[in-house]
């Protein structure tokens, strides 16, 4: 291997396999992906230009290259600094990737953060903190439990030494990003505390035990200990309660084959990558396989199952002429297409598009916590600067001016701030899964209380997203409605249409015992022709019924499909029967949901891929007027985007990857559990049962929880209005000054305060 790059920090599995994948697909290179402690390690075997380099880690998940030392030498190593890879991992153990790694769920917490396992460096910081606890006072003030002996300090400096470096770093790197952005919040803010703690303890090591100068100075080694650890703990304890995140872009490209049957001039086949067909090539999908690309039928007939992409309920017929879509299923027939569409110009990767541009453009909202802590970070600045200026000029004691300044530094940064929202974050997400809801994306508590208009898929959403035997009805005195399903199960045994299931399900469920049919034979178009029990017997649509001039009763017909059936007919000796009529099920909570949002003053709104009949039919009887029929995934995005444009906050719920785009780009995605992968992992909040009732859960709960947050930021940070100016000494000229050891109180008892606020957090 002729050139190594390193991608620092990066320690995830599933990102190695991301970027080896990438980058096997540039032209000519092969390249291997290793991981150590600390690092990823690419060999690739040629060079290759940063910019091919970037286009392929692009394809791997949204990386950009912050930096790169490019090089013609063998072996020489390039360090490659990452950001913005949009690709979500387990964080069920508060695990991540390391490195410049961007996360779409609120920032993971809310913040820039640069961790390995946060659950293993808390332990562990956690143990160096106790000897540290013991050996050091608080802010000058002897503890009960406070032990010393002769060298005793050196202990604590060589511990909160370490602890600083290896606690602090995820915060420390989190400060850099976040000023690289000109965006200080939370990670600055205890950036500032912890490192303002220990260089001024280490000036206060020094001036006590080396150099010996008179006066004994304060250290904070205890600060800096206790303050990395509380801020490790919120951390963790927030990525466990919002943690099992996907990677839906991941999802949605697994959607497409691996490879594709390509049709050789000669009329062979040959088996290709997917990455290597081209616009304009045929190639052939068998029976039950993925379609590898947008394309044209030129031969063959097939039903295929749209309903992982488009949201349409039912297979839908597919002959010579008619486009498919890359990702769909192939029906019981092989067909041939002509490549129509690949790569970025694919339906797919148009929605992938969509998807990943709504999620960087939510990804870049600030959290009320991060708010905070930037205004708490340029207030401590300003005004401990400024005491240290005053302070300087008129004592004329450097050693008081600072320490004034770090009092105000160290106050700032109050302990409870870091547990203020964790806490209530863990406490609602082990509340909301008690009702079936999983949190993704704590910044949808924030956000739901401002939400005015819900806009929601039909099909899984609405509906129960698959047919179901709503009518069966004989035409003729001769049979009875048990006969006219028995029949026609009996023939539909043979056929693979999506109408049969819904067919044979009600056979199975009134415990019928089928006949044997013989002959059966597919009507092209139509429906099925046979024998069963020596009778011979068609399965017909109504469009036969006209073709062939037969009468009917064409206001039931009318009537059943105005409520969105799709209606089959049976003829026995050419003599027309009875019927089935099948329809998607509305589910019994949707017209709940209309009515409780309208109470909330919230507009409720349909956005589907089915037909304008059948969503108004849906519509009508659930009480929803706002109605968005027959939309493609841009299109459901657009309406989204049209409701913001007017200063509508919109929550968006769905299951499938037509929802995908939409989910992403509302203010708040919620995903029905039981839709598509790509569905839930472009969603901030997830419906664990399915029922789209607990969407009014999620309401109840978003409410009591963002009161519940902004209590505790007023407990974990609001005394700073007082406690700032008070150890800046404001009321210094009337003997009022606030010590280190009160300002340590203070933060103590705002701890508990938050702590017990975030327990008492009710659904109702």
């Known amino acids: 291997m002729k050139h190594r790059y390193t991608i620092s920090g990066m320690t995830c599995n599933h990102c190695r396999l ?51 030392q490019d090089s013609e030498h063998d072996n020489h190593q390039d360090y490659i600094g990452m950001a913005h890879m949009h690709q979500e991992h387990d964080l069920s153990q ?41 050996l050091s006072p608080m802010m000058g003030m002897q503890l009960p439990f406070s032990v010393s002996f002769e060298g005793s300090y050196w202990i604590v400096l060589f511990l909160a030494s370490f602890l600083y470096f290896y606690g602090g770093s995820p915060f420390l790197v989190g400060a850099v990003s976040e000023l ?108 039950g396989e993925k379609v590898p690309a947008d394309g044209k039928v030129i031969s063959g007939e097939t039903s295929v199952n749209e309903s992982m992409i488009t949201g349409e309920a039912k297979a839908i017929k597919k002959s010579e002429g008619a486009s498919v879509i890359g990702g769909s299923v192939n029906g019981a027939g092989a067909i041939v297409i002509e490549i129509t569409g ?4 694919g339906y797919l990767a148009q929605v992938m598009k969509l998807v990943r541009q709504a999620q960087q453009k939510k990804s870049r909202a600030e959290s009320i916590s991060d708010k ?116 026609m199960a009996s023939m539909e045994v043979y056929s693979n249409h999506p109408l049969a299931i819904g067919i044979l399900d009600k056979a199975k469920e009134d415990k019928l015992d089928l006949s044997q049919a013989v002959n059966i034979t597919l009507i092209n178009g139509t429906g099925l022709l046979g024998v069963v029990d020596g009778q011979e017997t068609k399965i017909v649509t109504a469009a036969y019924l006209e073709k062939n001039a037969m009468l009917y009763d064409k206001d039931l017909f009318k009537d059943l499909a105005g409520e969105g059936n799709s209606i089959s007919y049976l003829l026995i000796h050419n003599e027309i029967a009875g019927l089935i009529a099948q329809g998607d099920q509305i589910k019994p909570e949707a017209k709940l949901i ?88 472009s969603a901030d909040v997830i419906l664990v049962k399915s029922n789209p009732y607990d969407i009014i859960h999620f309401l109840s709960l978003a409410k009591n929880t963002s009161n519940k947050m902004t209590q505790n930021l007023w407990w974990g940070a609001g005394y700073n209005i007082i406690a700032i100016p008070l150890a800046a000494g404001v009321l210094a000229p009337i003997g009022i000054i606030l010590s280190p050891a009160i300002g340590a109180v203070l933060m103590s008892v705002s701890t508990v305060i938050v702590a017990i606020n975030a327990l008492m957090l009710r659904l109702k």
């Open 18 to 68: 991301s970027v080896k994948k990438a980058l096997n697909t540039i032209d000519g290179v092969n390249a291997s992906v290793t991981l150590s402690p600390t690092e990823a390690i690419i060999k690739m075997d040629k060079h290759v230009p940063i910019e091919i380099f970037q286009d392929a880690l692009s394809r791997a998940g949204d990386f950009t290259i912050e930096m790169v």
């Open 94 to 134: 508060g695990s991540i990737p390391r490195g410049h790694i961007h996360q779409n769920s609120d920032h993971v917490g809310g913040h820039m953060i640069h961790m390995g396992n946060l659950k293993y460096k808390f332990w562990i910081s956690l143990v160096l903190a106790i000897p540290i606890i013991l």
């Open 180 to 287: 690289k952005m000109r965006r200080p919040a939370m990670m600055t803010l205890i950036s500032m505390g912890i490192t303002v703690s220990y260089i001024y303890s280490i000036y206060a090591f020094a001036a006590n035990y080396i150099l010996q100068i008179p006066g004994h100075q304060m250290d904070f080694f205890w600060e800096l200990a206790t303050l990395i650890v509380i801020m490790l703990l919120g951390h963790w304890i927030e990525m466990k309660a919002v943690g099992n995140a996907g990677n839906a872009l991941q999802k949605m490209a697994e959607l497409l084959p691996g490879s594709a049957h390509l049709v050789q001039p000669d009329g062979s086949m040959k088996d290709i990558p997917l990455q290597q067909i081209e616009e304009g090539q045929s190639v052939m999908v068998k029976a």
């Open 342 to 345: 690949t790569g970025e110009s």
């Open 372 to 487: 905070v802590a930037k205004a708490l970070f340029y207030i401590a600045l300003t005004i401990g600067v400024i005491a240290f200026i005053v302070w300087y000029l008129t004592s004329k004691d450097i050693n008081i001016a600072l320490e004034r300044m770090v009092t105000v530094f160290i106050i700032a940064c109050p302990h409870a701030l870091g547990l203020a929202i964790p806490l209530v974050v863990a406490r609602s997400t082990s509340l909301g899964a008690l009702h079936g809801l999983l949190i993704r994306n704590r910044n949808a508590f924030e956000t739901a209380r401002n939400i005015s208009v819900v806009t929601m898929d039909k099909t899984g959403t609405l509906t129960e997203g698959n047919f179901r035997v709503s009518i069966v009805k004989s035409l003729s005195d001769k049979w009875d409605d048990k006969d006219i399903l028995k029949i």
């Open 594 to 681: 209309v009515e409780e949002l309208q109470r909330e003053k919230i507009t409720p709104a349909m956005l589907t891929g089915d037909n304008e009949v059948s969503a108004k039919v849906v519509a009508e009887r659930i009480g929803i007027s706002d109605v968005y029929a027959s939309l493609l995934p841009e299109n459901k995005e657009k309406v989204i985007l049209e409701y913001q444009q007017k200063g509508k906050t919109v929550m968006m719920v769905g299951d499938g990857v037509n929802d995908a785009p939409a989910l992403a780009r509302a203010d708040i995605g919620v995903a029905i559990g039981a839709g598509t992968d790509v569905a839930i992992d």
